[in-house]
């Protein structure tokens, strides 16, 4: 017998009277891979595949991370006084899950234009109907991750070229 904790099912859009605040939250949120109300092209795996260059991907990418970037030039131009760290910190944070959220809403618009590798077997797995807090959660978790990570991973980088170039050697010691 099956434990329904690892059951796969999302009913949970369809059905309001089950939600609860987690719910509500990744419903505002919108960043689902498919809208309910419309179709998803089904292609035989035969069909040939719709190719989307690098070139629009970078372009993509480099003009939507290069806004936060002119956001804080234009700051700095116009008040002359840098953002305290922890505004940056949050400045960043919130401008990085604005453009993931974004992201992710393309994404869906080119599934529902294009269709998914898999959707002639079976239909998308949504957010399981155990699972929505957990989805929440990670959502939430991981633009702090990556910041977190990035910013260790340099500060590690710099330390160890720092070391390199006052001592002559390699920073490490015996």
Do not use: C
């Not at 509500?24 to 595949?49: G, S």
């Not at 290069?66 to 505004?87: E, G, K, R």
């Not at 977190?148 to 170039?165: C, E, G, P, R, V």
């Amino acid at each position: 017998m099956s434990n329904p904790k690892d059951s796969m099912k999302s009913t949970w859009r369809t059905d309001k009277t089950q939600w609860g605040i987690p719910h509500k939250i990744l419903n505002h949120a919108n960043v689902f891979h498919e809208d309910l109300t419309r179709p998803i092209p089904v292609h035989a795996k035969t069909d040939k595949l719709p190719h989307l260059p690098d070139w629009q991907s970078h372009r993509w990418i480099l003009i939507h991370a290069s806004i936060p970037l002119a956001i804080h030039q234009l700051w700095l131009h116009f008040t002359n006084t840098p953002f305290h760290p922890i505004i940056a910190f949050i400045f960043y944070y919130q401008a990085s899950r604005f453009f993931a959220f974004r992201q992710l809403r393309s994404m869906r618009e080119l599934g529902h234009q294009y269709g998914y590798l898999d959707g002639d077997k079976h239909a998308r797995d949504g957010v399981p109907d155990v699972g929505v807090g957990k989805t929440l959660l990670s959502i939430f978790q991981i633009p702090s991750y990556h910041s977190f990570n990035i910013q260790s991973d340099f500060s590690s980088k710099y330390h160890y070229t720092a070391l390199q170039s006052t001592s002559g050697s390699t920073g490490i010691t015996d």
